[in-house]
């Protein structure tokens, strides 16, 4: 059960877009579409941002889109503002029937 | 209104056992699996465990298996987990979340969230 791989911090500007990577391998990211994406607000709880690797929960900005090549999943964010600045998780299925979570990003709108 | 609320957090010696609990309301409690997920403090997400809505199936982190327990009351719309053998890296932050899908086995996608309630494991 290790954890999926996300790079520890991303950043951008107002207005830009960026991509967050996780990365897995073929007994969890590779092998099922249970992928999902949560948003956590410095002191609060998760939100579900993205689920079924690409789709969003109602309420959810479209500005959030989300894809899966192989082992490894990826969330965008275009149009960056200032309240997206949060850290991101990912989270799979696995074949052993648990889940497993990435380890987080940090991201900063400059 | 739909929310989960945790209890049972505190302050506890390691080796020694805490039991958490998860009151749900506003949803058809019994139509869902049910998941624990921690956090240490500053720290990332850590699946801890999960449940089918009819208790056929208990799944555990590896990090936690044979210490751990999880269990449900439908009828009392409450998640419970049985933590013993308490450890200092079980310091976290735990919550309570909702698998998505109804009816189903769990699949590890968390749709609600309570706000957590606190373990710290220290002498």
């Known amino acids: 059960q290790s954890a999926l791989t996300q790079p520890a911090s991303v950043s951008g500007s107002p207005g830009q877009s960026i991509t967050i990577s996780c990365t897995g391998t073929?007994?969890?990211?590779?092998?099922?579409?249970?992928v999902s994406w949560y948003q956590q607000q410095p002191g609060k709880a998760p939100k579900l941002i993205i689920y079924d690797v690409s789709r969003r929960p109602s309420g959810v900005s479209n500005r959030f889109s989300a894809s899966k090549s192989a082992n490894t999943a990826s969330l965008t964010i275009s149009g960056l503002q200032a309240e997206d600045e949060a850290d991101y998780f990912c989270s799979s299925y696995t074949s052993s029937g648990t889940a497993v979570f990435g380890g987080g990003t940090k991201l900063t709108v400059l | 209104e739909v929310q989960l609320v945790e209890s049972g957090g505190g302050l506890v010696q390691p080796g020694r056992s805490l039991r958490l609990s998860c009151a749900a309301s506003g949803f058809t409690f019994d139509a869902y699996g049910m998941h624990w997920v921690r956090q240490a403090p500053g720290k990332g997400l850590e699946w801890v465990s999960g449940?089918?809505?009819?208790?056929?199936?208990?799944e555990y982190a590896d990090s936690v298996k044979g210490r751990f327990s999880i269990s449900r009351d439908n009828a009392k719309k409450s998640l419970f987990l049985q933590m013993n053998s308490l450890r200092a890296e079980d310091t976290a932050l735990y919550y309570c979340a909702r698998d998505l899908r109804g009816y189903s086995l769990i699949r590890g996608i968390f749709d609600m969230w309570g706000q957590g309630t606190m373990v710290t494991v220290s002498s």
């Open positions: 449940i089918s809505w009819n208790s056929y199936s208990e």
């Open positions: 073929s007994s969890d990211v590779g092998a099922y579409d249970d």
